[in-house]
């Protein structure tokens, strides 16, 4: 455990020594058994040009076959996408009794609108603004659709199942009922990528750089060499200092091994020599070939000879995957996490609080205090609940004004009409009054009658 103290709390720590046996030196053992019976999430992203192998990478990293393969004619194809379509594939696979969900999210696309200033800033917002869906979801401009597949089982690790997620952004606000399937169907990281792996073949391209830029403070970046086979040792090493010069000089922050006060010096020197091979020269392959002495071994097969994936005299590979202690996706999976969650997202929720005006005081962030989280995303809530709820008050007047309105010119119709009929009925009185004077002259005159006519009686 990791544990956070104040100093004055520290310093007034009891060491005691106990009598007999209370149970907590079975907690370890505890959240093993929890963890490997709830199983781990990941999410990972591979970003790069289409053709760099970021599919094939993503297939040797988990040894299954999560891309089918692609057809190198389709891939060579000139016809340039019509966006940055991100897709993310979820698949449940497991290793010796342990499980993990694992989402990897791609990015078709990248890269090859660089030629067209207007694609490439929507495309760069798309994978900018992965907004979490937990945190934002009214704002957030996805729209998710959902495929499942069957996966093969493939070698010690199996896959169980998989979902491929299709995310295209749409600029009218998609329905919200969608929004609603997304967020609960979908994992909370999504889009909350815990590692992105950015392949570049050569050097960084000012849209690698400028999408490292936006990204480095959300997620952990891992910069790989893809096709490393295809360069030469000196090559490689000429284009590690490029890429790294161009990282320090933008002041890109990529991952690091994390280091433990109780980490032996065999351990920080190992973890020292994985840094130092940063970015990874990768060579990616999910097919097995046959190699010196018959091996057979995953790798790619040359006219002069065989390049294998997992010897670490051939390519960087097992830093990321097969070096059993110290690489990022064996030992730091979970630092990975730790880092995505205690770092990367809490700079992300001050820069949305901030945002909405409310402000905090940054050595809060230090020490994550719980109660604090709590409150604020209490306020966050409510601040959202008042914009709403003023929203509706709006929505309300204007539908209180247009009832109003109508009554009103029904009113006026009404006591239109209304003389109308007043109106007709007078004339009907009228004339049936004249009617009944016609009738009446018919009568002989009474004395009375005829003075009011004015009759003379000395004719
Ligand atoms: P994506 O479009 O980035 O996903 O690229 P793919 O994974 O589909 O790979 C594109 C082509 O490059 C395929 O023909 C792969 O066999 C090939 N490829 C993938 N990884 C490597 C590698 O490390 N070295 C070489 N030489 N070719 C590779």
Known sequence: FKTRRAPE????????????????ANLPNQVHRKSVKKGFHFTTMVVGESGLGKSTLVNTLFNTTLYPAKNDTVELSPEVPKTVEIQAITADIEENGVKLRLTVVDTPGFGDFVNNEERKHRGLNQIENPDMPCLDPVGNPYSITSRPASMPILNRRTVST???????????????????????????????????????????KPLDIEFMRRLHTRVN??????????????????????ILADIAHHNIHIYQAPQYEYDDSETISENREIMAKIPFAIVGSDKEVEAEGGRRVRGRKYPWGVIEVDNEEHCDFH???????????????????????????????TEKLMAMGIQQDPSVFKEVNPLQKMEEERQLHETKLAK???????????????????LKQSEEELYARHKEMKEALEKQRLELEEKKRRIESGRPITPEKKQKKGFSFNK
């Open 9 to 24: 709390l520290a310093n007034s720590v009891i060491r005691k020594k106990l009598q007999g046996y209370v149970g907590f």
């Open 162 to 204: 998989v979902t491929r997620w299709s995310i295209t952004a749409s600029t009218h606000a998609s329905t919200l009922s969608s929004r609603r399937v997304t967020r609960k169907s979908m994992p909370l990281s999504i889009l909350w990528f815990e590692v992105t792996i950015l392949a570049s073949y050569a050097h960084l």
């Open 221 to 242: 970046l891992i910069p790989v060499i893809a096709k490393s086979d295809t360069l030469t040792e000196e090559e490689i090493r000429v284009f590690k200092e490029r």
């Open 319 to 349: 830093c990321l995957i097969d070096f059993p202690y110290h690489s990022p996706l064996s030992t730091h999976m979970e630092e990975l996490k730790e880092y995505t969650n205690d770092v990367l997202y809490e700079n992300y929720r």
């Open 388 to 406: 709403m709820e003023s929203e509706m008050k709006m929505v309300f007047q204007a539908k209180v004004q247009e009832k109003e309105a109508k």
